[in-house]
């Protein structure tokens, strides 16, 4: 029997031209090329396709959530909650993708340092960026709310400091004394 024209090994023959052995050469075989990331997946890489991906935003979104407790753990208490993070959404079915050189996609499963990283600048980022916002917050708000003094010579600007009835501005105005009807 000649093994090389067998067609069982055809499924197999596809599945080693899916393999990209350059991109991981600590563990090539388990490398396999992902077609194209399913909007649960968390994408590796800059710009705004990976920012505004699906699965990047909804990432974003857990980590905003959960910023207040990693704030107050100590560094191996993160070092666990971003682990948990990772796992969780690796159970919900997410995959962490990443693009190699030849523009293809394949999932990032065998270096967790990669994964740790990834999740460690998303609570890094969203933490500057809430410090940011607090402080725009502040800068924002007025101390005290001050009438704005009038030119000199402007009449108009300052009967309006004086608050008098329409009526009796413009009789001012106008040089008029006020009438009073018999």
């Known amino acids: 029997m000649n093994v090389e024209s067998c067609a ?3 499924p197999i023959d596809a599945l080693l031209e899916r ?9 090539p075989v388990s490398h396999l090329v992902a077609t194209t990331p399913t909007d649960s997946d968390i994408v590796f890489g800059r710009g705004s396709g990976s ?17 207040v407790v990693h704030k107050k ?3 191996p208490g993160k070092i666990k909650l971003v ?3 990772i796992a969780s959404r690796q159970s919900l079915g997410a995959r962490f993708l990443e693009k190699d050189e030849a523009g293809d996609w394949y999932e990032v499963k065998d270096d967790p340092k990669k994964l740790h990283k990834k999740v460690s600048h998303c609570f890094r980022t969203e933490k500057e960026s809430a410090q940011k916002r607090s402080e725009m917050k502040l800068a924002k708000k007025p101390a005290t709310k001050q009438a704005k003094k009038p030119r000199k010579g402007n009449k108009q600007a300052k009967e309006k400091l004086t608050k008098k009835p329409r009526k009796e501005r413009r009789q001012a105005r106008n040089g008029n004394p006020q009438v009073v009807a018999i």
Do not use: I, M, Y
């Open 73 to 75: 753990l100590p560094k």
């Open 83 to 85: 682990q948990d993070l």
């Open 19 to 27: 393999t990209d052995t350059s991109a991981n050469p600590r563990n």
């Open 51 to 67: 920012h505004n991906h699906h699965g990047n935003v909804s990432l974003r979104k857990e980590v905003k959530q959960l910023l």
């Open 8 to 10: 069982d090994w055809a």
